[in-house]
């Protein structure tokens, strides 16, 4: 059983940064960042897979950065230039090989329990 816990996430001006950090138990070939604002649905922000580049939402395009020191086992997310609309829940997900590419953000097996990220205008 794969065990994911971020840490990282606090309250920032917008304009701001915060890196988030995933340490886990045993790495997967996909794994990858989600966020939940309150009142929506949870949504992919970025992963990355063993064999392929990273892969980022719209919105966080050239702002995010999803980075993996597997030395560590450890994975980050670098969020700079924040915006009101990054505030949420922020999770770790991973999971092997599966049903569709890591970029689809799709068939998440394993998910840590999140860290809260509040943004002021």
């Known amino acids: 059983q794969v065990q994911l816990a971020e840490s990282g996430g606090g309250s920032v001006q917008a304009g701001g940064s915060l890196r988030l950090a995933c340490e886990y138990t045993?790495?997967?070939?996909?794994m990858a960042w989600f966020r939940q604002a309150p009142g929506k649905e949870r949504e992919g922000v970025a992963s990355?897979?063993?064999?392929?580049?990273?892969t980022y939402a719209d919105s966080v395009k050239g702002r995010f950065t999803i980075s993996h020191d597997k030395r560590k086992n450890t994975l980050y997310l670098q969020m700079d230039n924040l915006k009101p609309e990054d505030a949420g829940m922020y999770y770790c997900?991973?999971?092997?090989?599966?049903?569709?590419?890591?970029?689809?953000?799709?068939?998440?097996?394993?998910w840590g329990r999140g860290t809260l990220v509040t943004i002021s205008s």
């Open positions: 997900a991973a999971r092997g090989s599966g049903p569709a590419p890591c970029r689809t953000f799709y068939g998440m097996e394993y």
């Open positions: 045993e790495g997967r070939n996909c």
């Open positions: 990355t897979h063993i064999d392929g580049s990273p």
